[in-house]
């Protein structure tokens, strides 16, 4: 099945002019990480910037601090940067502008990532990095009874699958876990995961890099912590904000999910944007469309920090 790329918002579509998308395997995902590097934009904020090194069981684990001011016990954010489990960096353009916007303090976790370090390394990164920050919330200067879980793309499948983590383990009390159309189904096994060209993220580049994650293709057998759809139990969690693009590989996994969460007694914000594609609010920012998602995030935010 093809998209009908007439769906896609008007404003939207230009962009795909210039970036068509990603076609990823193990052959040449070195070079897409090169090209995306050189294709970075810094925000247009400013921000106190720091990095740290804790360690963990499994070596040192870098991660990125950003915040607006110097105020002492400010809210924060645990950031998981997206990129398919694959790229991505912690020095997260979407990090910096939460930290100004919401006037919090951001730590964004430099966690390893696939195909050198497959499923579980990338979520036990995030795990420590969760655990680092709740036992030194004095000396960090936050206030760990408002602390919010999140990330974009494979960093909210990786935000998802975390908070599955900490629940099953010390059960740190988060006020949210913030899911960016969030990569949670290795099998994409919904209407829109039959789309096979999806603008920016398509299917046979996912079915690629969740390849690369998991190290094989476990399928129903896939960790929850790895792919969260696939956990039966979906009790117990922080409150949930999910947002997806109507046209967007995710869409139908992410609704499903958001239903799976309400339903397990959770409360869930979703929000389902018309004509939206993968990421194309950070791709054309002053659409109408991206303009209405990026308030919604950030009114989600500022509303568990508060």
């Known amino acids: 099945m093809l998209l009908d790329y007439d769906r896609i918002d008007p404003e939207l579509r230009p962009a795909l002019d210039s970036f068509p998308g990603f076609e990823i395997n193990r052959e040449n995902v070195l070079q897409v990480r090169e090209m995306m590097d050189g294709m970075r934009v810094e925000p247009e904020v400013e921000v106190l910037s720091d990095k740290t090194s804790i360690s963990t069981p499994d070596g040192n684990l870098d ?34 502008v939460f930290a100004h916007d919401c006037d919090c303090t951001v730590f964004s976790v430099d966690y390893r990532m696939a195909p050198e370090h497959p499923f579980p390394a990338g979520p036990e990164d995030c795990y420590a990095a969760l655990s680092w920050l709740m036992n030194n919330d004095d000396d960090l200067g936050i206030d760990s009874s408002k602390v919010v879980l999140g990330g974009a793309s494979a960093g909210a499948g990786m935000a998802a699958g975390v908070a599955l983590m900490n629940r099953d383990r010390e059960n740190f009390p988060l006020t949210l876990q913030l899911l960016l159309y969030p990569m949670i189904d290795n099998l994409h096994a919904t209407g829109s995961g039959e789309i096979t060209n999806h603008a920016v993220w398509n299917l046979p580049t996912s079915v690629n890099a969740w390849e690369m994650y998991l190290d094989g293709t476990p399928d129903l057998d896939a960790s929850p912590y790895a792919a969260a759809t696939r956990a039966r139990d979906l009790s117990g969690l922080p409150a949930t904000y999910i947002c997806v693009g109507t046209e967007d590989l995710f869409r139908d996994e992410d609704i499903d999910y958001a239903r799976r969460v309400s339903e397990a007694g959770v409360p869930c914000e979703l929000a389902v944007f018309p004509g939206m594609y993968h990421a194309g609010e950070s791709f054309v920012p002053n659409a109408a469309v991206s303009q209405r998602m990026n308030q919604s995030i950030l009114s989600a935010l500022t509303h568990a920090l508060s």
């Open 63 to 96: 991660i990125y601090i950003f915040r607006k001011n110097d105020r002492p016990n400010q809210p924060a954010v645990l950031w998981i940067h997206g990129g398919g489990y694959i790229m991505g960096s912690a020095d997260d353009v979407r990090a910096k």
